[in-house]
């Protein structure tokens, strides 16, 4: 079909104002699904059409790719850093045991 924009399309028109971006990003600008924007953005970058030009990093994943346009060399991914706390660092602080009314069996203590 003649004159369609698909999902790719559109990406890589706003990829080459100059702006690297986020698949999710691009969906937000674009209104379209994430998954969607990711998967095509991934289809790109397979083509070579768009490659990643920095990583953000991310605690729950170790990274997001940051798109830029054109056949670039892709940034390489950081390696996560993970911080631990050993047994000596951590402070154990008990809960203060607070005594609340028991309403569903308030009527036990209620004379008749």
């Known amino acids: 079909m003649k004159g369609r ?3 790719k399309d559109k990406i890589l028109n706003l990829l080459r104002k ?4 986020l698949s ?5 600008v674009l209104k379209v699904d994430k998954g969607a924007a990711s998967q095509a953005a991934k289809e ?8 990643i030009a920095e990583w953000r990093m991310n605690a729950k994943n170790g990274g997001n790719k940051v798109y830029g346009y054109g056949a670039g060399e892709d940034a390489v991914k950081p390696e996560p850093k993970f911080e631990r706390k ?3 660092q951590a402070v154990y602080v008990p809960k203060v045991f607070v005594p609340r009314l028991d309403e569903a069996a308030a009527w036990m203590r209620n004379p008749i």
Do not use: F, Q, Y
Request: aromatic content about 0%.
């Open 5 to 7: 924009v698909t999902i």
């Open 18 to 21: 100059g702006t690297p971006m």
């Open 24 to 28: 999710l990003d691009m969906a937000h």
């Open 44 to 51: 790109l970058h397979d083509a070579k059409l768009i490659h």
């Open 86 to 88: 050993s047994k000596k």
